[in-house]
């Protein structure tokens, strides 16, 4: 089953899947990990899949089901809960990835580790693996945790108008809360944050410019 489609448009892109791994595993090497320990949380790993298609770096996102029982709906990346088992995130996201959206773990060229997320809504402490398909692998949703793959060309995420904030309130205190447009889809929530940080720490060039075309932020 093939991926949909979300914004952006073939072109050519100064990044070659070579070139683009060396970048992220450049700037990983360069910045320190923030690392949280879960306490009492629960600790959760996703995969934050890089691949190419029509020689263009795209990111994967799975669309939950409204039978989930968490972010149900959403337009999250593929993870879920750390296993005992597993014995490392990269493990956890790799398992979840094939469970949810039929991934072969053997295709993806793990390139390290992002910032830990603490989430507000529910108590998770996610992990973000960041991993690679030089060519573009066939998903296969499961239908029953995921409703279908979205692939977004990484350009369309690095566009000023792809992203917003809006100021919510909770617990009494206003917090920014991010929103990306991928054609009809959103992504919004824990996801958001962790793609805004992350293209932040890996395309900070073209982050400034979203962020100075975004305007002050400041709650209302």
């Known amino acids: 089953m093939g991926p949909e489609q979300a914004g952006g448009g073939p072109g050519a892109w100064p990044l070659d899947p070579a070139s683009l791994a060396a970048r992220v595993r450049g700037r990983l090497a360069g910045r320190g990990r923030r690392v949280v320990e879960p306490g009492d949380r629960t600790a959760a790993a996703v995969l934050v899949l890089f691949v190419y298609r029509a020689g263009e770096p795209h990111l994967v996102f799975a669309k939950r089901t409204e039978t989930v029982p968490h972010h149900r709906g959403q337009v999250a990346f593929p993870g879920g809960v750390v296993r005992e088992a597993d014995g490392s995130p990269v493990a956890t996201a790799l398992r979840e990835a094939a469970e949810e959206v039929g991934l072969d773990p053997r295709t993806v060229e793990v390139l390290g580790l992002f910032d830990d997320s603490p989430t507000h809504a529910t108590p998770f402490v996610i992990t973000p693996v960041l991993g690679l398909c030089r060519e573009a692998p066939t998903f296969h ?61 890996l395309f900070p060039e073209s982050r400034a410019r979203a962020a100075g075309a975004a305007g002050p932020g400041a709650p209302p």
């Open 141 to 201: 949703p499961d239908g029953r945790e995921t409703e279908r793959v979205l692939e977004v060309p990484l350009r369309h995420l690095l566009e000023p108008a792809t992203f917003h904030e809006e100021w919510w309130e909770r617990e009494g205190r206003p917090h920014r809360v991010g929103f990306f447009r991928c054609g009809e889809d959103v992504v919004w929530g824990a996801t958001a944050r962790i793609l805004r940080e992350l293209l932040d720490a």
